[in-house]
């Protein structure tokens, strides 16, 4: 089964305070967004996805944030301010790692945020390594589930496919 976006937001809901670091395991990775998951530091979590996936992130943020003026981009600034507690005039001049750091902290208050506590405390019960792919599958909260990592440089990171999709639909 694969980790749903929510899961993953509430776990990448990112080590301690330092920030989450990219392993040299897959192993490693899993352990350091416990820290973060933990923690609730969500930049440090930003910052355990795979390196190509926040760089078109942001491009495809900046790309809808030109879109912002128009009517529909009006109406969903107002809705993105009211679902996340932002203010909609100062969302145009957020990164996409600022913008996906308030919306953790908005789910992190939500009653599905329990889902960050149950991972910081899961446990690993397989790990399955191809090249410069991995899958761990993993117990939290009595529940099983996994996780794709991707090798980059050395380090291992969170596969980057929840946060493209997050970038690419906004």
Known sequence: MRIGVAVLAGLLLFAACSGGSAGTTPQATFESMKKVAGAKDWGGLYDLVEPSAREEAEKNWQEQKKKL????????????????????????????????????????????????????????????????KATIKFKAGGKEDSMNLKKVGGSWYLDGSMLRGMSGGM
């Open 69 to 132: 003026d128009s009517p529909e981009g009006k109406m969903g600034l107002k809705m993105m301010a009211g679902m996340f507690g932002l203010d909609a005039e100062k969302i145009p001049e957020m990164s996409m790692k600022e913008l996906f750091v308030a919306m953790l902290e908005k789910f992190s208050d939500m009653p599905q945020g329990k889902k960050v506590q149950e991972f910081a405390e899961a446990t690993i019960l397989d790990t399955k390594i191809d090249g410069d």
